[in-house]
């Protein structure tokens, strides 16, 4: 299994960027998807995620409001639309599939894809 990460960027504050991460199998299907993201120096934390139908969601405290995360079932996609990026949201942006959502233990990750905000 595979998962496939695009969208990443410069962009200045206030701007939209959306990532999408596209998945090589049809196992993927069962798992619940998401984002991770990881600054530098910092630990790697959970950005947003979905379960398997896109039905139920949740985000880090620090993103609501300003991001979404939605699925594509059918495209075995998951998108991150962010908008009204801060410099805070600075970090390499990784895509995750898992059945237990947590960073200890999720089943598949891809290659990040960095995001760089400046003020």
């Known amino acids: 299994v595979q998962l496939q990460a695009s969208g990443g960027g410069e962009v200045q504050s206030g701007d939209s960027l959306r990532l999408a991460c596209v998945g090589s199998?049809?196992?993927?299907?069962?798992?619940?998807m998401g984002w991770f993201r990881q600054a530098p120096g910092k630990e790697r934390e959970l950005v947003a995620a979905?379960?398997?139908?896109?039905?139920?969601?949740n985000y880090a405290d620090s993103v609501k409001g300003r991001f979404t995360i939605s699925r594509d079932v059918a495209k075995i996609t998951v998108y991150l639309q962010m908008d009204n990026l801060k410099p805070e949201d600075t970090a390499v942006y990784y895509c995750?599939?898992?059945?237990?959502?947590?960073?200890?233990?999720?089943?598949?990750w891809g290659e990040g894809t960095q995001v760089t905000v400046s003020s």
């Open positions: 995750a599939a898992s059945l237990v959502f947590t960073p200890d233990n999720i089943n598949f």
């Open positions: 199998d049809r196992t993927l299907e069962d798992y619940s």
């Open positions: 979905t379960n398997w139908n896109g039905k139920n969601t």
